[in-house]
T-cell receptor, first 113, second 114 residues
C-alpha cells in the first residue's frame, strides 16, 4: 500500500527564511505525489503535483518540490517565507487507478516576523 | 467557475441520529471523493464515486455510505452517529478518475456529535 510520512508536525521559520517541509513516500510502483495547503476553517488547495514528467515540480505561491527516487522523498521548499504561508501542509500519494489520496499527518508551518 | 460546494457548513447532531451531507462538484467534474479529517487520525479517505458508481472505498464501517446522482452531485450519509464521528468532512471533485488527476476540495462540513 502507498503511504507518505511527514517529518515534523510543526515547523517554525522566520519571515524571509527558507521553508523546507519533509515528505517521504512508500510505494512499490512509481507514485503520484501531491502537496496541499489548508488554511484555518478551509478546504485543501493543491500546491503542486508530481506525475513523473519532471523531478523538479514548481507550484503556486513560489513553492516547489523535488522527487528523489533514491531517497523516496518529495520535500517541499520555498526560498523565502512570507507571513501568509502560515498554514497546515499535507503531502499525499495516490495510485494509478481510482482516486484515493493517502495523506500524511500534516505539518503546521509557523512564520515569525 | 464555481468551486466545490458543501452543505451545510456546520452541523450539530445527537448520538444515535443520522446525518446527510451534500456535495456539489465543479461543473463538468464526474468524480467525487469524500474524506474525514480529525485531529487524531488526520485525513482519511472514505469513498470515491465516478459516474454514479462507487470506485473506491476506505476502511470505514458500514454506517458510512454515499451515493452520486446523474448530475454528479453526491451525498454522504452517516447512520447511528457516535461521538467519534465528530470531524470535518471534505468533499473533492475531479474531472476524471485516475491517480494523477487534480482534486479540488470544498470547504467542508463541520459535524459535531453530542
Amino acid at each position: 500500500a502507498q503511504s507518505v510520512t511527514q517529518l515534523g508536525s510543526h515547523v517554525s521559520v522566520s519571515e524571509g527564511a527558507l521553508v523546507l517541509l519533509r515528505c517521504n513516500y512508500s510505494s512499490s510502483v512509481p507514485p503520484y505525489l501531491f502537496w496541499y495547503v489548508q488554511y484555518p476553517n478551509q478546504g485543501l488547495q493543491l500546491l503542486l503535483k508530481y506525475t513523473s514528467a519532471a523531478t523538479l515540480v514548481k507550484g503556486i505561491n513560489g513553492f516547489e518540490a523535488e522527487f528523489k527516487k533514491s531517497e523516496t522523498s518529495f520535500h517541499l521548499t520555498k526560498p523565502s517565507a512570507h507571513m501568509s504561508d502560515a498554514a497546515e501542509y499535507f503531502c499525499a500519494v495516490s495510485g494509478a487507478t481510482g482516486y484515493a489520496l493517502n495523506f500524511g499527518k500534516g505539518t503546521s508551518l509557523l512564520v515569525t516576523p | 467557475k464555481a468551486g466545490v460546494t458543501q452543505t451545510p457548513r456546520y452541523l450539530i447532531k445527537t448520538r444515535g441520529q443520522q446525518v446527510t451531507l451534500s456535495c456539489s462538484p465543479i461543473s463538468g467534474h464526474r468524480s467525487v471523493s469524500w474524506y474525514q479529517q480529525t485531529p487524531g487520525q488526520g485525513l482519511q479517505f472514505l469513498f470515491e464515486y465516478f459516474s454514479e458508481t462507487q470506485r473506491n472505498k476506505g476502511n470505514f464501517p458500514g454506517r458510512f455510505s454515499g451515493r452520486q446522482f446523474s448530475n454528479s452531485r453526491s451525498e454522504m450519509n452517516v447512520s447511528t452517529l457516535e461521538l467519534g464521528d465528530s470531524a470535518l468532512y471534505l468533499c473533492a471533485s475531479s474531472l476524471s478518475t485516475g491517480g494523477n488527476t487534480e482534486a479540488f476540495f470544498g470547504q467542508g462540513t463541520r459535524l459535531t456529535v453530542v
